[in-house]
């Protein structure tokens, strides 16, 4: 597609339940990225996608969460026994480059906001 | 490590006032620096970045940077507020062989009639 691509726009969950997040990136974008938008915060860097190579986990807060994706196509993020400080903003983002990334930027896209009652 | 401080959580400026937002970063390379515009409800976009060359930036919207290495600031200038311009500000910093960005918690700006 034309951009980056995510939904649910809006999820309303229930303290305890599992959420499933998913992100299309631009077509021929290697690399995929997650952050986490809390209300009044900064970008957290939560986990990192490169082609077929092991994913750069380091920014997961919890073994909540887990994310995939199968090649250079859609990722989800899976979010389990979700608690309310999990209500947050999660930002999608695909680059072009896989290394060097700095010089290209990201294309994001416009998260979803997930509230946890 | 890299790391991005924006000091002023939130701005105002009148319309047709000029736009300041400030940016110091610390890396211990030379960095790539962006600036990031979030308007309510929708994801981030690319304002304008910094890589080589020129220190002084254009961007969309009227807005500019410039790099100052010796102050290790990258402050975002607008020299005429819009109501339009009202968003959240982000400034990220990234390594040259980095794959992601840091980035700092934010600007609010609001652009008063």
């Known amino acids: 597609g034309a951009g980056v691509s995510q939904s649910p726009s809006n999820k309303v969950t229930e303290k305890g339940k599992d959420v499933e997040l998913r992100c299309d990136p631009i077509s021929g974008h290697t690399a995929l990225y997650w952050y986490r938008q809390r209300l009044g915060q900064g970008l957290e860097f939560l986990i990192y996608?490169?082609?077929?190579?092991?994913?750069?986990k380091s920014g997961l807060p919890s073994d909540r969460f887990s994310a995939e994706r199968t090649g250079e196509s859609v990722s989800t993020l899976t979010i389990q026994r979700t608690q309310q400080e999990d209500s947050a903003v999660y930002l999608c983002?695909?680059?072009?480059?896989?290394?060097?990334?700095?010089?290209?930027?990201?294309?994001f896209g416009s998260g979803t906001r997930l509230t946890v009652v | 490590a890299q790391s991005v401080t924006q000091l002023g959580s939130h701005v105002s400026v009148s319309e047709g006032a000029l736009v300041l937002l400030r940016c110091n970063y610390s890396s211990s390379v030379p960095p790539y620096l962006f600036w990031y515009v979030q308007y309510p409800n929708q994801g981030l976009q690319l304002l304008l970045k910094y890589t080589t060359g020129a220190t002084l930036v254009k961007g969309i919207n009227g807005f500019e940077a410039e790099f100052k290495k010796s102050e290790t600031s990258f402050h975002l200038t607008k020299p005429s507020a819009h109501m339009s311009d009202a968003a959240e500000y982000f400034c990220?910093?990234?390594?040259?062989?980095?794959?992601?960005?840091?980035f700092g918690t934010g600007t609010s700006l609001t652009v008063i009639p």
């Open positions: 983002a695909s680059s072009f480059k896989t290394s060097g990334v700095g010089a290209y930027g990201y294309t």
């Open positions: 996608f490169q082609g077929n190579s092991a994913p750069d």
């Open positions: 990220a910093v990234s390594r040259s062989t980095g794959n992601q960005f840091y």
